[in-house]
C-alpha cells in the first residue's frame, strides 16, 4: 500500500522568508500528487494538484510544487511566506493503477507564519 | 453554489454507544467520500459512495459503515463506540467519477465527535 511521509512536523517561519515542505511517497506506479492547505478554523481545500505534463505545478497564492519522479517526491515551495499562510498542509497521492480511488495523506505540516 | 455540509458539527458519546453523521455534498456532486482526522494519525480514508453504493473502502473495522442516498446525501455509522474513534469526521465530494477530476475533493469542515 502508498503512504505518505510529511517530514516537517511544525514549521515556523517569519514573513518573507522562503517555504519549503517536504512531502515523499511510496508508490512505484503511477501517482496523482496533490497539497491541500486547512487554515485555522477553515475546511480543507485545493492548493495545487499534479496529473501529468511538467512537473512543476502551480497553486493559489503563489504556492508552486516540484514533482521528482526519481526522487518520489512532491515538495511545496513558496518564494516569501506572508501571516496569511498559517495554517496546515496535507500532502496526499492517489495511486491510479491500484483500482482504489482514495487519497492517502501525508500527517500535515503546521506551518506559523510570525509577523 | 452551497459547500459540503455536514452535521451535527459536534458530537459527544460515551463508550459502546452508536453514531450517525450526515453529509450533504455540493449539488450535483455524486460521489461522496469519508476520512477520519486525528492529530497522530492525520487523515485517513474511510470509505467513498457513489449513487448508493461503495465503491472503496479503507482499513477500519466493520463497526464504520455508512451509506448513500438516491439524492448523493450520505451518512455515516460508528456502532460500539471505543475512545479510540475520538476525531473529526470529514466528508468530501466530487463532481467526477473517472479521470483526473475526481480526486478534486471538496471538504466539509466536518464533524467533531468525541467519546468518553
Known amino acids: 500500500a502508498q503512504s505518505v511521509s510529511q517530514h516537517n512536523h511544525h514549521v515556523i517561519l517569519s514573513e518573507a522568508a522562503s517555504l519549503e515542505l517536504g512531502c515523499n511517497y511510496s508508490y512505484g506506479g503511477t501517482v496523482n500528487l496533490f497539497w491541500y492547505v486547512q487554515y485555522p478554523g477553515q475546511h480543507l481545500q485545493l492548493l495545487l494538484k499534479?496529473?501529468?505534463?511538467?512537473?512543476l505545478v502551480k497553486g493559489i497564492k503563489g504556492f508552486e510544487a516540484e514533482f521528482i519522479k526519481s526522487k518520489f517526491s512532491f515538495n511545496l515551495r513558496k518564494p516569501s511566506v506572508q501571516w496569511s499562510d498559517t495554517a496546515e498542509y496535507f500532502c496526499?497521492?492517489?495511486?491510479?493503477?491500484?483500482?482504489?480511488?482514495?487519497?492517502?495523506f501525508g500527517s500535515g505540516t503546521r506551518l506559523q507564519v510570525q509577523p | 453554489k452551497a459547500g459540503v455540509t455536514q452535521t451535527p458539527r459536534y458530537l459527544i458519546k460515551t463508550r459502546g454507544q452508536q453514531v450517525t453523521l450526515s453529509c450533504s455534498p455540493i449539488s450535483g456532486h455524486r460521489s461522496v467520500s469519508w476520512y477520519q482526522q486525528t492529530p497522530g494519525q492525520g487523515l485517513q480514508f474511510l470509505f467513498e459512495y457513489f449513487s448508493e453504493t461503495q465503491r472503496n473502502k479503507g482499513n477500519f473495522p466493520g463497526r464504520f459503515s455508512g451509506r448513500q442516498f438516491s439524492n448523493s446525501r450520505s451518512e455515516m455509522n460508528v456502532s460500539t463506540l471505543e475512545l479510540g474513534d475520538s476525531a473529526l469526521y470529514l466528508c468530501a465530494s466530487s463532481s467526477k467519477i473517472s479521470g483526473t477530476d475526481y480526486e478534486k475533493l471538496f471538504f466539509g469542515s466536518g464533524t467533531q465527535l468525541s467519546v468518553l
Open positions: 499534479y496529473f501529468s505534463g511538467d512537473p
Open positions: 496526499a497521492v492517489n495511486a491510479l493503477d491500484t483500482g482504489r480511488r482514495a487519497l492517502t
